[in-house]
């Protein structure tokens, strides 16, 4: 769904563009349709036929007069006529080729303003996160330690956890944490972004108190006493957070030495310790941990209609800001193996239906699609717009015949990058 109607706003680009300048529009198709299409209708009165291809990689204008996907030829041959792509001067061509990255943009911050306007902006301030962040092994390796509080990089306050944040440990010199009450510099390695991109494990994740919500009547936990809005702090004496409780009640069950463990708590501001037998630890019954708007500091700002439109070109324009500057890795060994298909695509989207989530992933992916469009790669935007702009610079056009060549060459390209980031996708579901 959130491709489909991003391929239709990319491909309307184009089209608008062309109707403007009187150009035609042969086709206009959702999706490819190599040798059959699945649905075609042609208007009365009209120059365009549309339809819906039965390949689901994208979708495409036939613009007469032009060399594209379609690789008609023959076309190209026949003397030039004045409603053809080739036939307007140059600005214009390059507005009909850039139509479909400016309406992808424009579709991401539209986007994000309604987004902002109808949901508003909600975050954990990392610093003020009460029991830190757990760290994945890399971040271990280089001096984090689980509950360390991030404080700043290179001097510059964390703000939240975000993709923002993550670029500006890699890319700083010191991390400043707070551990056990005192600031501690944590030095970065140059190729920490390499290191993380080989792990594939999220750098870090906010530590939840152990609040109780609830508690299932008539299981160990409630005939050992504990009570909803108990805190529990500890494990047998050691820190222990929310997720720690399971992990712990996994390990146990497999490797338990003792058969009793102490569970610290804090109650009405009292802390006291009870004790329970190991095979209590993993039938526990339900012990609900309270909502986290009742346990972190999170953020909230609402926006009003016309406050959401900066918000949301603000949003869009730093989500594309640290888009690009992430590409650079995907030219790394590990780089590349990142690289994901439609599996990688279907993944960021929650398993259960949430417009929130739903459209910022599609604001997400709009602003993909316009970047990875406007690469100076044949066969795609940017290819025809590097062309375009040889053009103007040297006031001459490149031959019929080495606009088809670039084309087919353009279209290798993009279809073994198909063929490597789908196949990573069977990689990462295989291993």
Not at 41 to 53: L, M, Q, R, V
Not at 107 to 135: C, H, K, N
Not at 254 to 279: C, I, K, M, P
Request: proline share 4%; charged share 20%; with cysteine.
């Amino acid at each position: 769904m959130s491709l489909s109607l991003l391929v239709i706003i990319h491909e309307g680009g184009h089209f608008l563009f062309a109707r403007l300048f009187k150009t035609r529009v042969e086709k206009f198709c959702l999706f490819f349709d190599p040798w059959f299409t699945l649905f075609k209708f042609k208007p009365k009165n009209s120059e365009t036929e549309y339809g819906i291809g039965w390949l689901p990689l994208g979708g495409y204008v036939k613009i007469a007069g032009m060399i594209d996907e379609s690789m008609d030829t023959e076309q190209m041959k026949q003397p030039e006529q004045p409603w053809e792509f080739r036939s307007k001067p140059a600005w214009q061509r390059l507005l009909i080729m850039i139509g479909g990255v400016l309406f992808n943009f424009l579709l991401a911050l539209f986007i994000y303003s309604m987004v902002l306007f109808t949901w508003g902006d909600e975050y954990i301030r990392v610093s003020q996160a009460p029991l830190g962040m757990d760290y994945n092994e890399t971040a271990k390796s280089i001096g984090f330690r689980d509950g360390d509080v991030l404080l700043a990089a290179d001097g510059v306050p964390f703000e939240s956890m975000d993709g923002d944040a993550l670029m500006s440990i890699v890319e700083a010199r010191v991390v400043t944490v707070a551990r056990e009450g005192k600031e501690t510099a944590i030095y970065i390695p140059e190729d920490l972004m390499n290191r993380l991109l080989t792990d594939s494990v999220r750098f870090a994740s906010f530590r939840y108190p152990f609040v109780l919500d609830s508690v299932q009547a008539g299981r160990p936990a409630a005939l050992a006493g504990l009570l909803p809005g108990d805190s529990i702090t500890h494990m047998d004496g050691r820190p222990i957070a929310y997720f720690d409780f399971y992990k712990e009640m996994k390990e146990r069950k497999q490797h338990a030495a003792s058969r009793l463990f102490n569970l610290t708590y804090v109650r009405n501001g009292a802390t006291d310790t009870l004790t329970l037998e190991a095979d209590s630890l993993y039938q526990i019954g339900t012990v609900a941990t309270m909502d986290i708007h009742r346990l972190m500091p999170v953020v909230k700002r609402e926006y009003g209609f016309f406050e959401a439109f900066p918000a949301g070109i603000a949003l869009g324009v730093n989500t594309l800001k640290g888009y690009v500057g992430q590409m650079k890795y995907l030219f790394s060994k590990e780089g590349a193996k990142q690289l994901g298909g439609f599996g990688t695509i279907g993944s960021i989207f929650p398993a259960t239906w949430n417009w929130h989530q739903f459209w910022l992933m599609t604001a997400f992916l709009s602003i993909i699609l316009a970047f990875m469009n406007i690469l100076p790669i044949p066969a795609l935007d940017g290819g025809h717009v590097l062309f375009l702009l040889y053009e103007i610079i040297a006031r001459r056009k490149p031959s019929d015949k080495f606009m088809e060549r670039a084309q087919m060459v353009g279209m290798a390209i993009l279809f073994a990058l198909l063929l490597w980031a789908n196949f990573n996708d069977v990689l990462r579901y295989l291993f």
